[in-house]
């Protein structure tokens, strides 16, 4: 049952993402006093785009180029198979949080593997500066599941879904929300496609079926990191469960759109600046866990 509970998961979220983008897309409009398109505009956005052809650029490295939209997209689709969604179920084994780590890391490479390859100056601008946020977001990642980790003495999510009440992990979910907002390439954090300066950075050659695979990947990695940290807080049998699951991402997407509503994009050095001390703050997470507070 845990894997067709954890196969109905994934379709929920690839289902649900887009939905979700579109309803921050309508906050933000309402924010800025316009109507702002449908709630199913950014499904709508999606099918066009699978229905064109994808374009490969005459001097990109061609098989990496084409690979990395799917590798990206399937490493975060994996990761949801450990972290229940709309049905409690998952596939449990000691070391699902280290499992997670990686597969969001291989999503980020893929997507700077394939701006690299694309020979496209711009393309390579913008991977410059995402590996410049994937490295301080990384580090801020590992304090904070290290400090979990310690807190609960497992490597596994069931142990912390839901939350045991430490100032450790109190903190560590904290940081976590704010790590989900950056993560998310939201603004200021979306220094690396920066529509205005090099036009969307790592994902400028792409188009058709591999664009789409590629904005995507961005929206369910936004759910995934909404679902960990509400499954830190969500209690109650399947039905109360799955009413707090959907109500908690509403809530989230709103806030998250509000936030990005009110700011204007960093620069590269002030996000990195902006998740070193993050990661500080994670390794006094993780302190405080060893000492078992």
């Known amino acids: 049952m845990s894997l067709v509970g954890s196969a109905i998961?994934?379709?929920?979220?690839?289902?649900?993402?887009?939905?979700?983008?579109?309803l921050e897309r309508k906050v933000k409009a309402k924010l800025q006093t316009r109507q702002g398109p449908p709630l199913t505009q950014t499904w709508l956005d999606l099918i066009k785009l699978f229905r064109r052809q994808s374009v490969k650029p005459s001097n990109s490295v061609g098989w990496l180029f084409q690979a990395g939209p799917s590798i990206a997209l399937a490493s975060i689709l994996t990761a949801f198979f450990f972290v229940p969604t709309i049905l409690p179920e998952s596939l449990k084994f000691w070391g699902d949080m280290i499992a997670f780590l990686y597969l969001m890391t291989l999503s980020t490479v893929a997507i700077v593997l394939g701006g690299f390859s694309s020979g496209s100056p711009y393309a390579q601008i913008g991977s410059h500066r995402e590996i410049s946020i994937f490295?301080?977001?990384?580090?801020?990642?590992?304090?904070?599941?290290?400090?979990?980790?310690?807190?609960?003495?497992?490597?596994?999510?069931?142990?912390?879904?839901?939350?045991?009440?430490?100032?450790?992990?109190?903190?560590?979910?904290?940081?976590?929300?704010?790590?989900?907002?950056?993560?998310?390439?939201?603004?200021p954090f979306d220094v690396a496609e920066a529509e205005t300066e090099i036009v969307e950075g790592p994902l400028i050659e792409y188009s058709g079926k591999q664009l789409a695979l590629l904005k995507l990947s961005t929206y369910?990695?936004?759910?995934?990191?909404?679902?960990?940290?509400?499954?830190?807080?969500?209690?109650?049998?399947?039905?109360?469960?799955?009413?707090?699951?959907?109500?908690?991402?509403?809530?989230?997407?709103?806030?998250?759109?509000?936030?990005?509503?009110?700011?204007?994009?960093?620069?590269?050095?002030?996000?990195?600046?902006?998740?070193?001390?993050?990661?500080?703050?994670?390794?006094?997470?993780?302190?405080?866990?060893?000492?078992?507070?």
């Not at 998961?9 to 579109?22: E, K, Q, S, W, Y």
């Not at 497992?154 to 907002?181: D, E």
């Not at 908690?248 to 509503?261: D, F, R, W």
Request: some cysteine; aromatic content about 14%.
């Open 135 to 187: 490295m301080a977001e990384e580090l801020s990642l590992a304090f904070i599941i290290a400090a979990l980790a310690v807190s609960v003495k497992s490597f596994t999510f069931s142990s912390l879904f839901p939350l045991p009440i430490k100032v450790s992990t109190v903190v560590s979910v904290l940081l976590f929300a704010v790590l989900a907002y950056v993560a998310g390439a939201r603004v």
């Open 220 to 293: 369910t990695k936004r759910l995934l990191l909404f679902t960990v940290f509400l499954n830190f807080f969500i209690r109650g049998n399947l039905v109360v469960r799955a009413f707090c699951y959907v109500i908690g991402l509403v809530i989230l997407s709103v806030v998250y759109s509000t936030v990005e509503a009110s700011c204007g994009r960093f620069r590269t050095k002030d996000a990195v600046r902006f998740l070193k001390r993050l990661s500080i703050f994670g390794a006094m997470c993780w302190v405080l866990a060893v000492m078992g507070w």
């Open 9 to 22: 998961n994934v379709i929920f979220a690839v289902i649900t993402a887009p939905l979700l983008d579109g």
